[in-house]
Structure formats: structure tokens, C-alpha cells
């Protein structure tokens, strides 16, 4: 893999035959980038005091734009505790940390990896074999605290707050998004989209000798042209294995915003905005979150979830499963909402939703379902916990499966539960991906009859709200065929 420095020039490495990223910051500064190129633009920042705020974020949310709110380290309530002293007694003690030079992954102790990049140099060097980055560690509960709890960073772009479908999934189904990051100049994310389409929130709550971080960004609906640059390039860049330089971005045929983080930064990421950061100067921690959005469910239900099953890469986020499960409690709140503005953003909602469930028991639906045996009937102890064993596409409701086939230690599969087996989807299945033995068995998750009555459930809700503009519709439960 090329490697860049401080010019933007490639450069090969390798250690031990391995190819290695190597990318310095030495000589960078924002205005020299963004001179730089015709293609290269400033991201848009906006203070958290400014009265625009609502409007600018709105406008990030329609255009696909990234966006930086700056000055929260200036606000009257930000946290004291956002202090690696701080969080080197009360952090995750063992994280794992990764060597960009050639991404292994390792487990130490939370001290000795504060020590080691302390000890590190600001800018990496040739010669050097090890530089690490602490990626997706746990966020101290205090932390997280005072983001959900303190009234200081805006509802409308936090986990579970209000434009954040995650959650509507079943506890036993959560995905943890918030995750903490410690690095020291010239360590990186390579060039890569947040997870199905979902919008991605990362605020810099600390820093030291003039620590901070350079974001290389592209607006939503220019995802296209990037892949389509990407294989130009001989790169995927939903493997996110290719660290992009700055000649590449050059010569790219989209703009690239660019940014420099620095404390109190809160940057805002797209749906579908191709993204890489690099670490500069001194350390640095972030605390990042994802969210998803209705748009963003929608997106990812036509445009993300083929890309994962193209390049086998695994869902994570339950795509499928968090429409249903939002459907169904749209469902129940319009019951036992008043007429009003709320009833409104419901209603208008939860048919995006039923359009979005229509589309997927199209895909999931079987007129056999009656006689095909259902995990959920089986007293397995499964709950949105199934997933594809080729392409690790997330199960909702059908798939294909052979128990004889599934490894077993002790040779024995009589009793193995549905969905504990060797699982492939639908999509893997008619391309021809099969079991050993090739007798795989069809298989429901839940009770098709079930969706079908929650699907109805909703149409009658927004049928009881349109009432007046005398739209029919159809009942599946009804009339299946």
C-alpha cells in the first residue's frame, strides 16, 4: 500500500512483507491543504451559541454536508473529567490497541498504552515498527452520563434521542455505537462510510501539545463516485483498507472537505460520507457515536445492504429488524396519540415505514411459510441474533440452514436449535452458496402470520388517520396473495 508524507507524496513500506500505511502530518495546516486543490473545500463550522445552529444542522441533514459545531470546551457545563489523567484510573483497563503500521491488534494495559504514545514521537518515522492507536474502547459511564443526561450537546444528534431509530431495537438486540478513541499524531482511520447508513457524531474532548485531528470528508450523494474512483484506484472502499493520499484526492472527481478538529469540535458525519482522519501533534481522545435516522434505515435497506452482500461484510446494525421493530411502535403510539402536530410527525413516519416493511416481505415472503418450521416456535434462545455464515447479512425472517454441517465437538447434532446451524441467506443461496452437503432446509425466523397482522396493524393506524382523504388499503393478513 502507498504511504504519504507531509507533501502528499507515496512512498511503499513494508515490514516483514506486510504492507504497511504509513502517513505523516508534518507540515500540514489547514489553509495550505484547502489552497491546495480546486476540489478541495473548508467544512462548514458553527458555533453551539450561534442562533443559526438549528437551521445549519438541518441544512447538513438535507444537502449530505459534514458540519462542525466548535466551542462546547467553552461551555459553562462541560465536563471537567474529560482528562487522560482522569481516564487512565477510570477507563477501560484494557483496551485494545492497534499498530498502524501493521494493523494488528493488541491487548494492554490502559496505563502502559498512555505511557508508550506519550513516549512517542508527534510524527512517525521510517524506521519506527510500532505506533498505536486505542480504537473503540468502552466510554466511562460518567462520560456517557453527562451526553445523554447533561443538557449540552443538542437531542437531535444523540444516541437514543429523538432522530435516533436504534432505538426502537429490543434491549436484547442493541448495538453499542459510543465508543472512545485515544491517539497521537500521524495514527488514522483509512478512507470508509459509517456502518448502513447511519450518521455519525465525534467530539474531541481532549487534547495535549496541541493535539488534533485532520477529517477528509465527501458530501452523501457523492458516495457513488467515490467507489466508482475507488476501483479506478484498485481499492474497495467498503473494506476500508486503503489510506487515501492527497494526490489521490487531488485528482479526485468529487470535492473533499477538509477539517482540523481541535478540543470542543463536534463533527458531524452524513450518511454515506466517504470519510478518513488522521491523528496530528499531540494526544487526543474522542468520544463518537452513531445514530440512524429514518432516511438513513431507508438508505441503507436500498443502497448499502447490496454493498455488504457484494463484499461480505457484516451488517451489524440490524437493519431489517429495526424497521419491524420501529413499525410496530409507531404503531402503538398513533393509538394512543391525540389529533396534533405530533400525530402528524407520526403518521408521516410510520408510512415510510409500512413502505419500507412491504419491500422486505417481498423479499422474506414465502407462500410455504405455514409449513416451514420458525426459530421463534422452537424454544431456541434466539432474538435478532442470526446472521448469514457467508456474508454475514443479518437474518430477519427467512433463510436456509443445515445443522448436519454446523461444527459440533462432540459429533452430535440431533439437538441442535434452529438458527444454531450452518445459515445461509436467501440473496447467498439463489447465487449458488451452499452447505457441504448441499441439503440445506429452509427456515422462518418468526411467525409470518405475526408480521403480516403488525404490518396490517399499521396500515389501519394510518388508514384511522387519513380517514378523511378516504385512502384504502390493503390487508395482507387478509388476502396474502
Not at 489553509?31 to 445552529?53: C, D, G
Not at 449530505?64 to 467553552?74: F, H, K, Q, S, V
Not at 438458527?419 to 436467501?426: A, H, Q, R, S
Request: aromatic share 10%.
Amino acid at each position: 500500500m502507498a504511504t504519504l508524507d507531509g507533501t502528499g507524496q507515496a512512498h511503499p513500506g513494508s515490514q516483514d512483507g506486510v504492507c504497511q500505511p504509513r502517513i505523516t502530518t508534518r507540515g500540514w495546516s489547514l489553509n495550505e491543504l484547502v489552497e491546495s486543490s480546486p476540489n478541495f473545500r473548508r467544512v462548514p463550522r458553527t458555533h453551539y451559541s450561534a442562533p443559526s445552529l438549528k437551521a445549519s444542522m438541518s441544512e447538513h441533514e438535507i444537502d449530505g454536508t459534514p458540519l462542525i459545531i466548535y466551542g462546547w470546551n467553552r461551555h459553562p457545563r462541560w465536563l471537567k473529567t474529560f482528562d487522560i489523567n482522569w481516564l487512565k484510573t477510570n477507563g477501560d483497563q484494557y483496551p485494545v490497541v492497534r499498530n498502524v503500521h501493521n494493523w494488528s491488534d493488541i491487548k494492554i494495559p490502559l496505563s502502559d498504552f498512555i505511557d508508550r504514545i506519550r513516549a512517542s514521537p508527534v510524527y512517525a518515522s521510517a524506521e519506527e515498527q510500532e505506533r498505536l492507536y486505542g480504537k473503540d474502547s468502552e466510554c466511562p459511564a460518567q462520560w456517557t452520563e453527562w451526553l445523554m443526561d447533561g443538557g449540552v450537546i443538542p437531542d437531535d444528534v444523540l444516541f437514543d434521542g429523538p432522530n435516533d431509530f436504534l432505538k426502537f431495537l429490543p434491549r436484547m438486540a442493541k448495538v453499542q455505537t459510543l465508543m472512545c478513541y485515544v491517539g497521537i499524531g500521524d495514527t488514522f482511520t483509512p478512507f470508509h462510510k459509517d456502518l448502513c447508513a447511519s450518521s455519525g457524531q465525534n467530539l474531541m474532548c481532549y487534547s495535549e501539545n496541541n493535539g488534533s485531528s485532520f477529517w477528509f470528508m465527501t458530501k452523501a450523494s457523492d458516495a457513488p463516485k467515490v467507489v466508482s474512483y475507488f476501483r479506478q484506484l484498485g481499492q474497495e472502499v467498503d473494506l476500508e483498507t486503503h489510506v487515501v493520499t492527497l494526490d489521490e484526492l487531488r485528482s479526485a472527481p468529487f470535492e473533499v472537505y477538509i477539517a482540523e478538529q481541535c478540543v470542543g469540535d463536534l463533527v458531524l458525519v452524513p450518511p454515506r460520507s466517504c470519510h478518513q482522519v488522521v491523528n496530528n501533534g499531540g494526544i487526543t481522545i474522542k468520544t463518537s457515536w452513531s445514530r440512524m435516522s429514518l432516511d438513513g434505515l431507508q438508505i441503507a435497506i436500498y443502497y448499502e445492504l447490496p454493498i455488504y452482500h457484494r463484499v461480505c461484510r457484516p451488517e451489524i446494525y440490524k437493519v431489517k429488524s429495526n424497521i419491524y421493530h420501529a413499525m410496530c411502535h409507531h404503531t402503538t403510539v398513533m393509538d394512543q396519540t391525540e389529533p396534533g402536530a405530533e400525530l402528524v410527525t407520526l403518521a408521516h413516519e410510520l408510512k415510510k415505514l409500512l413502505d419500507l416493511f412491504d419491500d422486505i416481505l417481498a423479499q422474506e415472503y414465502t407462500a410455504q411459510h405455514k409449513s416451514l418450521p420458525n426459530v421463534s416456535q422452537s424454544g431456541a434462545a434466539h432474538y435478532d441474533n442470526i446472521h448469514c455464515d457467508f456474508c454475514g447479512a443479518d437474518i430477519f425472517q427467512s433463510f436456509f440452514e443445515c445443522d448436519k454441517c454446523a461444527f459440533q465437538s462432540d459429533g452430535d447434532s440431533a439437538f441442535l436449535p434452529l438458527g444454531d446451524g450452518l445459515v445461509v441467506c436467501p440473496s447467498c443461496y439463489v447465487e449458488g452458496r451452499t452447505c457441504r452437503c448441499g441439503e440445506m432446509q429452509p427456515v422462518q425466523h418468526r411467525v409470518m402470520d405475526d408480521l403480516l397482522q403488525s404490518r396490517d396493524s399499521a396500515a389501519r393506524a394510518i388508514q384511522r388517520f387519513e380517514c378523511q382523504n378516504n385512502i384504502k388499503y390493503g390487508y395482507l393478513s387478509e388476502h396474502p396473495e
